[in-house]
């Protein structure tokens, strides 16, 4: 590198160290200094193509794909459709759907021929088609055949599977979910997913499974952990969504959703443990001051345990939500005449 940086700007190889340091420096994660080269090459051959293709791909690895586009769309349009290997129609279809220019992306991208087509490629051509349901089919060819290319191409299962339950294919979407679970067990929504795919088909036992699981290689995942308690809520396994969610909240640093709290109410309150059931409807009755079927399982509660002040304030709530609900009215008016003859006392 030190003799790279004496060749002089006057030297005929002055270019081409430029283009070697800024190499060096990419790779030893010196991004500034490497842009820096690269922009230096640049101002001296602007029509220069491995200098342009060189920048083009120097911001595509960086991710700033805005920046790397009319770099290869220069190159393009200098009837440089291959540079080093690269189709540069590839990379510029890529780029536009990377920063959601769909329609664009797809001008570029269906232009590629299938023998040319990289997995990366195929993969950001299905995730357009997959954006409208026109072209559903498409998006499900797409990453099929993608899949047989390249089964290890992990991210392609999870939407893959999603289009799957769209068209109401259950089965089908159970085994991609399955298929991907088997290359990466640490994406939590595949576990949500096949979870929720297996209770729909029937398969409770098998549900409860992915959660289990799904929680075991990603713990700390507060998405997972709710879909879980919902699960168990719902299923009225109390003691286990009790479990569940006091040994999440035990970790000072977890990310913590109300919903959690809501939860924890019914839990206690269907093991009859109501004082920790009050706790955590009070809890909880802040972020669901506009839910109406917290608001009236709460007030419910709150009724039957004589905490007067909160059932009225959550009734009260409630008929804000709903106020044509004539049982809640019923119970307004039961309330009314209570607080006139509590007055006349």
């Not at 340091?21 to 200094?33: C, N, P, R, T, V």
Request: aromatic share 14%; glycine share 4%.
């Amino acid at each position: 590198m030190n003799y790279l940086a004496e060749i002089q700007p006057d030297s005929d190889a002055y270019l081409q160290a430029l283009l070697v340091l800024a190499d060096l420096y990419q790779s030893e994660g010196i991004y500034e200094s490497a842009e820096a080269k690269l922009k230096e090459a640049y101002a001296l051959a602007p029509d220069e193509p491995v200098i342009q293709f060189a920048l083009a791909e120097y911001y595509f690895a960086s991710a700033d794909y805005k920046q790397a586009i009319p770099y290869y769309r220069t190159l393009l349009e200098s009837d440089e459709r291959y540079f080093s290997g690269v189709d540069i129609a590839s990379r510029i279809g890529v780029a536009y759907a990377l920063v959601g220019d769909v329609k664009r992306a797809l001008g570029y991208l269906e232009q590629i021929e299938e023998t040319s087509m990289t997995p990366d490629v195929r993969f950001q051509l299905a995730m357009i088609y997959a954006t409208d349901e026109e072209t559903h089919d498409k998006a499900i060819d797409t990453f099929e055949a993608l899949q047989k290319i390249d089964p290890d191409y992990s991210t392609l299962y999870e939407p893959l599977g999603e289009l799957y339950e769209h068209q109401h294919r259950d089965e089908e979407a159970l085994q991609t979910y399955q298929n991907g679970l088997a290359v990466d067990q640490f994406n939590p929504k595949m576990f949500e997913r096949a979870a929720i795919v297996s209770e729909r088909l029937g398969n409770t036992n098998e549900a409860q499974s992915f959660f289990k699981e799904g929680l075991e290689h990603n713990p700390e995942d507060v998405t997972l952990t709710l879909d879980y308690s919902d699960w168990l809520t719902l299923h009225e396994k109390y003691e286990e969504n009790i479990n569940l969610l006091n040994d999440y909240l035990a970790d000072d640093e977890a990310d913590i959703d109300p919903a959690m709290y809501r939860n924890l109410a019914k839990s206690y309150e269907g093991l009859e443990d109501f004082d920790m059931a009050d706790k955590y409807y009070q809890a909880a009755l802040p972020y669901f001051d506009t839910d109406a079927s917290f608001l009236k399982d709460a007030y419910y509660f709150f009724r039957e345990s004589g905490e007067k002040t909160f059932a009225k304030e959550t009734l009260r709530l409630y008929l804000n939500v709903v106020p044509d609900d004539l049982e809640m009215l019923e119970e307004k008016d039961i309330q009314d005449l209570q607080d006139d003859v509590s007055d006349l006392y």
